[in-house]
């Protein structure tokens, strides 16, 4: 009971502590700055040991460069000692953190390898990419490989109910098929302040385009691209002033009627290279990050034994699923009458320890 309280008030202050920076990491953490070394006092001088652990002047002052200060402020030899009671108190909890086994907790444990991974990442990869310069050559080829980021013309979004017509259609079917596109669009009309009003009637009226499925056009510009729409459906759509805006005359194109509704409107973006280009540049060096992390990590885990055993991963994938669908269904209102009714296997006792 005392262990487990004793090791708990370690994680707070322990973690609390490391993640506010009012503590250091590792030595290796903390690069001793060598121009600010006085020539009586080597960066390699002992200044405190905490056990088997030394703290050097270089440590110190590395330590002391990354703490913040009021403006103006002398270091006084009351910081100084201030900042070596502070390192000394960190080893300390840090010693006896690992005397408890606290680095085995598995929360702490996750952190933990989430600090280190985070900071392998960091020194192995990301640091050398960045160290790679990006010629403009190369941003003004990334600007016009995504050219449609920075020039673009105004677009507009459309919700489409369709009636489809064959090619071959005769005029009288073509009438037809016009009559109740015109008496579809009066019943839109009528109920069009209804709430999703247009996305029950495409649901209830509406043939899919090959365009684009769901009755959503995505957005285009006043020639219809680039999803493809008819030139003259395309100019009706951007007349349309404001979003759930219905056109009031059914569209006749290629494939039949349409009904449509505006949904959104995008301004033109005209974003020239140079004043893009430190953005450009940011988006070049987090895409090469992200590839070259990915291969970092892929190449590790080839030189690692990784064993996965399907059988149990297959049944926590059922467990979690039946657990999730128990949610649900309590969501809804309906509550399982037992475990099997939610499809959740029955807890196995435990034997003995």
Same mark, same amino acid.
């Given at each position: 009971m005392f262990e487990s309280i004793l090791k708990r008030d370690f994680a707070i202050i322990w973690l609390s502590l490391f993640a506010v920076g009012l503590f250091p990491g590792p030595k290796d953490g903390l690069a001793a700055n060598k121009s600010e070394n006085s020539p009586s006092v080597s960066a390699q001088d002992t200044i405190a040991q905490v056990e088997d652990e030394r703290i050097d002047v270089g440590y110190l002052k590395s330590y002391m460069s990354t703490r913040p200060r009021p403006a103006y402020s002398q #270091?006084?030899?009351k910081t100084i000692e201030q900042r070596l009671e502070e390192l000394i108190t960190s080893e300390v909890l840090y010693r006896q953190a690992l005397r408890i086994g606290l680095d085995k907790e598995p929360e702490i444990r996750l952190q933990i390898q989430q600090i280190l991974a985070q900071t392998l990442l960091e020194e192995m990869v990301n640091k050398p990419v960045r160290e790679r310069e990006i010629s403009d050559q190369e941003l003004q080829a990334y600007y016009n490989e995504h050219l449609n980021k920075f020039q673009r013309p105004a677009q507009v979004r459309l919700a489409d109910i369709l009636i489809s017509v064959n090619p071959g259609a005769s005029l009288d079917e $073509?009438? $037809? =098929? =016009?009559?109740?596109?015109? $008496?579809? &669009?009066?019943? #839109? &009309?009528?109920? $069009?302040d209804e709430r999703l009003g247009f996305g029950k009637r495409i649901q209830e009226y509406s043939d899919t385009p090959e365009k684009y499925p769901r009755g959503n056009t995505g957005f285009f510009d006043i020639e219809g691209k680039p999803t493809g729409l008819a030139p003259n459906m395309a100019r009706e759509a951007f007349k349309l002033q404001k979003t759930g805006q219905v056109c009031e005359q059914v569209i006749e194109a290629a494939d039949g009627y349409h009904i449509i509704m505006l949904t959104g409107r995008r301004e033109p973006v005209n974003r020239p290279f140079d004043k893009v280009k430190q953005q450009l540049r940011q988006r070049i060096y987090r895409e090469r990050i992200d590839l070259a992390q990915t291969e970092y990590i892929e190449s590790l885990k080839q030189k690692c034994r990784i064993n996965i055993n399907q059988d149990v991963l297959d049944e926590l994938v059922k467990e979690q699923e039946a657990k999730a669908k128990a949610v649900n269904l309590e969501r809804k209102g309906g509550f399982p009458a037992s475990p099997k009714d939610a499809n959740v296997p029955p807890r196995k006792p435990r034997g003995p320890r």
């Open positions: #270091v006084t030899a $073509q009438m $037809q =098929k =016009k009559a109740r596109a015109e $008496q579809i &669009l009066a019943e #839109v &009309l009528a109920h $069009q």
